[in-house]
Structures are given as structure tokens and as C-alpha cells.
């Protein structure tokens, strides 16, 4: 009991956990994720391939039963669950996953449409004939054995490989801290390589990858990107694209089709037709008529048969984009090297399969040699039995036994026991003349072959020459032509909206209060013009007839910009209220849309015109509105406010040679209007806080502000705090410059004189303005049916501010213009 207690140790179980999980870790690394870098086999693959030679499971033997061999592995190699064992011999039988697949199958071993193999009792295999270069010379004492699991045989550490197994058929696998990915490349190309460097152990990066220019992929497909497979190459990581091969098809009629020859690598065939039918049925890509498999025993063929007149280069632009048609590869290349787990570049992987051949080589060598001077012994010693042939056999016939000869043939003539043992054993006819030649021609090619075998362990030079005799001959028999084209370049991916988004005429609409929608024009013929579905004291700021393909750019009292392409409105009927903006952008509850411009496209040279409350004003170009990554979500900014009271009060678009005939024309809430030329307005960035528009008195605010002809009489309308409505011509205002005061609009009273509350430009002719007061009251006035006056009139009344109100805002009514 006493020594049972003195066995106890007392540890946290952070020590505990930390140790098993360690051991944990280090088994699954070494033991099953993770591939060999002398062999690029995983412990379950070397097992496969092991047990199935050693059953004779060959491949000039005929096909056994997949469940046998499975027997043998998990039996006497691999103590895990047979469907994983039988799983990894499936793959190291599938040609899509494999450059050079080292199982042959017969039965459904599975397919590119990701379809499972039939179990392992339905299917037959046996070794490939590469995957017995794999294991040649195994029983040559070429590479270490240890015990199986049981210690009742003993299995390989690692196999001879004669080809280098790992780049050729590449890795993937995952496990504790670690992960593997190694694309597959060209046999012949890396043979090319090993052979250069074996020459010139010196030799850099650039140089190996004129020999191998990249991965080849059994799948075939096209590689972009040179620089990621040179930095894979360098550092052991990398990343390129792998784009499908297709080719446009002309069909009768003018239609055309998209066929698809190759994929990606490791791509689902099956995924992918039914990703691009849903894109039809979905009709997120407007052209797509129907999507077909029409894979056989020939080959891969996919087609996309297209709608007439549809853009087959837009359309295919977008699935490459979207769909598993182009997919990025990232280089991993972590390999088991000394047992321990590191990631490494292209020389180092080539580097340390030369290692290994050469530590085979030798290994080999030393056990011909050894078999072959062994075989010398024995030669020489039955030519000398020969040459005293009467006496051997009187010494052999005065023995009493076998074991009484082979002592006494030692003491008489000097043999070596297995001369004797040799002596001994040899058959009657052998005594023969003809049979003295051929032991004397053997003695002489064993003399030449001993010669030959000490001269490549003697010299480094002559053991290369074997190697890449070896490496050629493996060239020669199973070298294949590249199937995967390189691209210097990766295509960057325009989607053109045109293939997206269905060109359709719809009505735009956007209110006060940011309501948004768009509505078909049956819709909106079926509707009457007060059934828009906004509250009441809501009102659109914005409705016109566009395209689905046209841009929106909405700007806000709050100095923001919201930009939406047409086609993402939600797409309502037009007696709905439609989609709030705040669904997916975030206003102030005070914010409101005040101004919408609508463009046919992004590649505009005109300039915005922004002014605010508080005096200020600037030009910004057109191009620093463009929308960036975030633009469905957050609003941009348009102008800067300085004063956090302050809005804007209006916002115009113009063309640059409109600088230079426009005015600016500003009314004060005082009642002083100024007007100078744009010109004077200078162009900055949209985050500025523009210029001083107007030199204000502390109580006093801009009112609003509109662009003028400088040369043509415009007419604006006043309407003030007591409901009095003026006409006049801004041209009544002397021109002077900006930032100034200006000259009085009204005739100042003594006793409650009059203020601007509302001033617009130029209506259309009977174009009317709609009038809100503080009262909630809705009032419709005509401008042009009162008489334009002087600068110094008030104007006439129109409001009766005790029964409806003091009016606050007012806005042209939006005349709707159907296109024919």
C-alpha cells in the first residue's frame, strides 16, 4: 500500500490536459493528417499500398474485392474504422482528384458530382503499375520497418517512391495546429527539375520554374496569377485562381451557348449545374435560357444555352464571378520532414526527395552488393570443387553425414561453410563441362557487377548518374502532357449591370421623409396620382419615369448623400408606401431627403452645387460622390456643417461650362438678397464646408438659394411669415460678389414687418406651389397668376395666417412626364 502511495503525483489538470493533449496532437500530425515528404503518403495510404503488394494485389494480377484488401489493413496495419481505410483507397483511385492515381478500380468509385462509391464489397482494385514504382525495391532493406500496432509484422516507415509522389499527386489534410495543401503537378515537369538540380544543387527558384511553371491540376481548368505560385513556391504559401475552360458556341438562329470543358479543381459538378439553374430560376442573371449536363465517357460537358441577343461575354463574366466556375487555390505546403511538421518551398520539397532516393539508393546498393559478393563466394568455391572434383567427391563418399562432409570438405580443401553448404547440395548433372562455362561467365559478370556496385557507393557523381537514369526512365514510362493552362495575370471581374439587372422602364419615387420604391408602369397607369401610398404629411420630392438601370443619388438636409442604383428599390406597387431608408441606412430623426438626381451612368464630368442655412456654399465634382464599398449601409457625406443647426437648403447639378452663365441668387430670412456669379464658388471635396455664401446677421439665415441665367429675366417667388406672396425678377438685384450682405427684397415696415419664410425659383407655366403651414394645412398656390412687382412691393396677401397658419415650407409640385 505504502508503495502504491509514493506512485501517486499530484498535477493540475492544466498539466494533465496540456500533456495528452500534446501526445494527442503529435499523433495526429505524425500519424494521419499530415503526408511524408519523401513518399507524399499519409500512414493509411503507405499501409494500403503496402498490404496490397504484399498480398500480390499487383497490377499485372487481376482485380480482388476492395473489402479484402481493406481486411488486410485494418487487420494486420491500420487498427481504424474500415470506411475510413476504404475511403482513402478510394481516393487514391479517382483521376479527378489524382495527377497520377496509384489504385485501379473497378466498380463506381465515386464521380465529379460528388456522388459516394459503392461499398467496398461491390467494388474491385489493385495497385496501379506507378504505384508499384511506389514500392520498388522494398524488400531490398531500402527503408526502416517497425512493428504494426500488435508487433506480429513489421510495416514501412516510408516507401522507396522511384517518383516524386508528393508534388505530383499533391496533399490535403487537416489537423491539431496544422493544415496541408499541396496542388498537384506535372510528372514530367518535376522530373525535369530533379534532374537539373541534382546538377546544380545551387540552382534558384527562378530557374526550377522554368522547368516547373506551376501546378497542374488532373481536372485541367486555366491558373492565374504567377506571382502567387512563385511566392507559394519561395515561402510554402500562395494563393492563385483556377478558372473553368469554355468556349462561346454559335447556334442557329443567332443564339449562342457557353460550353464548359473543364473545372476548377475539386469543384462538385453537380453544385455547380444546379448554382447556375438557380441563378436562372431566381433570374438573377437576366439571358440564361437552360443549364445542361451533358458529361459522357468523353469528357466533361457543361452548356448554358442563352437567350437571343443575350451578352454571352456579360453572362459568362458573372458566373465566373458568383458560381464555383473560377475558385481560388491557396498553397499550404506543410509535409512531415524529420518527423516533425514544416512548411516549406519548392526547392526544399525537391531537395528532400533527392535525399531520400539517394539514402534509397545506397541502401539498395549496399544490399546488391552484398548478395552479389556473397554469390562470388559460392562461385569461386564450386569452380574449385570442380577443378578437384574426384577428390571432393572421394571425401564425400568416406562422410558419414551431411554435416560430417561440409566439416570435412573445410578441413581437407579449406572451403568456407557456405562453400560447403553450396558443395554439398549441388545436383549430379552440374558436374558437367557446360555448367563449369556457365559458372566461370557468372564469376565474370559478378566480378563486373561488384565493380559497378562499389563504384556507386564510392562516388557521389556515379550514384546521381543512376538516379537520373532512374528519374528518366519513370519519365519515359508514365510522363503526360500539361492539362492545366498558366496565366500570368489575374482577369479582374467587371459583372456588367446590363447582364444582371433586366433593362426595365419603371417609376422612381422618393418622399419627404425617405419612403423609396419603384413601381412597373401598369402599376402606376392603374393608380390615380394622390393614391401614393405616403402619409399625409409626407410628399415626394422626387418621380420620374427610369430605367432599372439608372443611378439615384439622394442628398439629405443634413449635408448627406445616398446613392442607390435603381434596380435595388424595393420594387412595390405604386399605392404602397414602399421601403424606409432607414432599413438599411441610419438618418436623424430630424434628417430628411430634400433632393434626388437621377443618372443614365457613373462616368459624369458636371458639378454639384450645395448650400446651407448658415451662409455657406461650394462645388464638388461629380466623381466625389461616387459610392464605395459601404454605400448600402451608410450614408456619405455631401457637405460638412459647421453649425450643427444648420441644413441645406438646396442642391443643384450643373455642367462646367454652366460655371461661367450661371448666378447664384440667395434670399435671407430678413428679407436681403444677394447675387453673384457662380464662378466665385470654388470646387472642393465633398467633406468640406464649402465657402461663405453670405455675410448674415446674428439672428438671420439663408432662406434659400437657386441658380440663375445671368443673362435672362427669371421670376422667383416670396411668400412671407404674414402670407404675403411677391413675384419679382432676381435681375432687379444688383450683381456684386460673395460673401456680402446683400439688397432688401421688401419693403421694411415699422410695426410687424415682413420676413422670407419660403423662396422658389422658376415654375412651369401653371406650375403650382404647395404650401405647408404650422397649423398642418395644406395650401396650393399658382405663381404665375399674380403679377411680378418691384423690389421695393411686399407683395400681395394669399394666406389667411389666422384660420390656416403660418407658413413654413413650400415646394413645387411634381409634375409627372410619362416617355412615350
Request: charge should be neutral; aromatic fraction near 6%.
Amino acid at each position: 500500500m505504502s508503495n502504491q502511495r509514493q506512485n501517486i503525483q499530484e498535477l493540475t489538470l492544466e498539466e494533465v490536459m496540456g500533456d495528452r493533449f500534446g501526445r494527442y496532437s503529435k499523433y495526429i500530425i505524425q500519424e494521419r493528417a499530415l503526408p511524408d515528404i519523401r513518399d507524399g503518403l499519409k500512414p493509411v495510404q503507405r499501409r494500403i499500398l503496402y498490404a496490397m503488394n504484399k498480398d500480390g494485389n499487383t497490377y499485372d494480377k487481376g482485380f480482388r474485392k476492395s473489402a479484402k484488401s481493406v481486411g488486410n489493413v485494418m487487420g494486420n496495419f491500420h487498427p481504424h474504422g474500415d470506411s475510413s481505410i476504404y475511403e482513402a483507397m478510394v481516393r487514391l483511385s479517382q483521376s479527378w482528384k489524382l495527377r497520377a492515381p496509384l489504385i485501379d478500380m473497378h466498380g463506381n468509385n465515386g464521380s465529379m458530382d460528388g456522388d459516394s462509391p459503392a461499398a467496398m464489397r461491390y467494388t474491385e482494385a489493385r495497385i496501379s503499375k506507378i504505384a508499384g514504382e511506389m514500392l520498388q525495391d522494398i524488400d531490398k532493406k531500402t527503408v526502416d520497418f517497425v512493428p504494426n500496432f500488435d508487433d506480429t509484422e513489421e510495416e514501412p516507415t516510408v516507401l522507396p517512391a522511384r517518383f516524386p509522389n508528393l508534388l505530383v499527386n499533391g496533399a490535403t489534410g487537416i489537423s491539431a495546429g496544422y493544415a496541408t495543401e499541396i496542388p498537384p503537378h506535372n510528372l514530367s515537369e518535376v522530373i525535369q527539375a530533379l534532374v537539373y538540380l541534382l546538377d546544380h544543387p545551387d540552382a534558384d527558384l527562378a530557374k526550377l520554374m522554368t522547368f516547373v511553371k506551376g501546378p497542374d491540376f488532373p481536372t485541367g481548368g486555366i491558373i492565374q496569377g504567377i506571382d502567387g505560385i512563385k511566392q507559394a513556391y519561395e515561402t510554402g504559401r500562395g494563393r492563385i485562381i483556377v478558372r473553368s475552360r469554355t468556349e462561346m458556341v454559335t447556334l442557329r438562329g443567332g443564339r449562342e451557348q457557353i460550353a464548359i470543358s473543364e473545372l476548377p479543381y475539386e469543384v462538385n459538378k453537380a453544385q455547380l449545374v444546379k448554382k447556375i439553374d438557380e441563378l436562372r430560376i431566381l433570374k438573377k442573371v437576366d439571358g440564361i435560357s437552360e443549364v445542361r449536363d451533358e458529361s459522357d465517357r468523353r469528357g466533361l460537358s457543361i452548356v448554358v444555352e442563352l437567350k437571343k441577343g443575350a451578352n454571352a461575354q456579360g453572362i459568362l463574366t458573372y458566373l465566373l464571378k458568383n458560381t464555383d466556375l473560377q475558385v481560388a487555390y491557396n498553397f499550404n505546403m506543410v509535409a512531415i520532414n524529420h518527423q516533425r511538421p514544416d512548411q516549406l518551398g519548392l526547392k526544399q520539397l525537391l531537395m528532400a526527395y533527392l535525399e531520400h532516393q539517394q539514402i534509397v539508393i545506397t541502401r539498395r546498393t549496399h544490399f546488391d552488393l552484398d548478395k552479389a559478393q556473397a554469390r562470388q563466394h559460392i562461385v569461386l568455391g564450386l569452380i574449385k570443387a570442380l577443378s578437384i572434383l574426384d577428390q571432393v567427391i572421394q571425401v564425400i563418399r568416406q562422410s558419414k553425414n551431411k554435416k560430417n562432409a561440409k566439416d570435412n570438405l573445410v578441413t581437407a580443401f579449406q572451403f568456407t561453410e557456405p562453400q560447403a553448404e553450396a558443395i554439398v547440395s549441388l545436383q549430379l548433372y552440374r558436374l558437367t563441362n557446360t555448367d563449369i562455362t556457365a559458372l566461370q561467365k557468372e564469376q565474370t559478370e559478378l566480378d563486373q557487377q561488384i565493380t559497378k556496385l562499389q563504384k556507386i557507393l564510392a562516388d557521389p557523381k556515379e550514384l546521381g548518374r543512376v538516379l537520373k537514369a532512374q528519374l528518366r526512365q519513370i519519365d519515359r514510362d508514365y510522363g503526360t502532357k500539361r492539362l492545366s493552362e498558366i496565366q500570368a495575370e489575374i482577369e479582374a471581374l467587371k459583372v456588367d449591370t446590363k447582364v444582371v439587372v433586366a433593362d426595365e422602364a419603371v417609376v422612381v419615387a422618393v418622399s419627404h421623409d425617405g419612403y423609396l420604391k419603384r413601381s412597373s408602369l401598369r402599376s402606376y397607369n392603374s393608380s390615380t396620382d394622390d393614391d401614393n401610398g405616403l402619409k399625409e404629411e409626407d410628399f415626394l420630392t422626387f418621380q420620374q419615369q427610369l430605367s432599372t438601370l439608372n443611378h439615384l443619388f439622394m442628398f439629405t438636409n443634413k449635408g448627406h448623400v445616398i446613392y442607390r442604383p435603381v434596380y435595388e428599390l424595393s420594387d412595390a406597387r405604386w399605392k404602397d408606401t414602399g421601403e424606409h431608408i432607414s432599413q438599411t441606412i441610419g438618418l436623424a430623426t430630424d434628417e430628411a431627403i430634400i433632393q434626388t438626381f437621377a443618372f443614365s451612368e457613373l462616368k459624369q464630368v458636371g458639378h454639384f452645387v450645395l448650400m446651407t442655412t448658415d451662409g455657406y456654399i461650394k462645388q464638388t465634382e461629380f466623381s466625389e460622390f461616387l459610392p464605395g464599398r459601404t454605400y448600402k449601409s451608410r450614408a456619405a457625406v455631401a457637405m460638412r456643417l459647421k453649425n450643427p443647426d444648420a441644413f441645406v437648403t438646396d442642391i443643384k447639378y450643373i455642367q462646367p461650362d454652366e460655371v461661367e452663365q450661371d448666378d447664384v441668387f440667395l434670399a435671407s430670412h430678413t428679407g436681403y438678397g444677394l447675387r453673384y456669379r457662380l464662378s466665385e464658388v470654388p470646387v472642393v471635396g465633398a467633406k468640406a464646408a464649402g465657402t461663405k455664401s453670405m455675410a448674415l446677421k446674428p439672428d438671420d439665415y439663408v432662406v434659400n438659394a437657386i441658380l440663375v441665367p445671368r443673362e435672362q429675366a427669371t421670376p422667383v417667388t416670396i411668400i412671407t411669415q404674414r402670407g404675403a406672396l411677391k413675384r419679382m425678377d432676381v435681375q432687379e438685384i444688383t450683381e456684386t460678389s460673395r460673401a456680402r450682405r446683400g439688397m432688401l427684397l421688401l419693403r421694411e415696415l415699422k410695426r410687424n414687418p415682413h420676413r422670407v419664410q419660403i423662396m422658389v425659383g422658376p415654375l412651369a407655366s401653371g406650375g403650382k406651389l404647395i404650401v405647408k403651414t404650422d397649423a398642418h394645412q395644406t395650401i396650393l398656390i399658382t405663381p404665375s397668376d399674380h403679377p411680378i412687382s418691384d423690389r421695393y412691393s411686399n407683395g400681395s396677401f394669399v394666406l389667411d395666417t389666422e384660420k390656416v397658419g403660418t407658413p413654413v415650407t413650400g415646394y413645387p409640385e411634381i409634375t409627372f412626364t410619362q416617355d412615350e
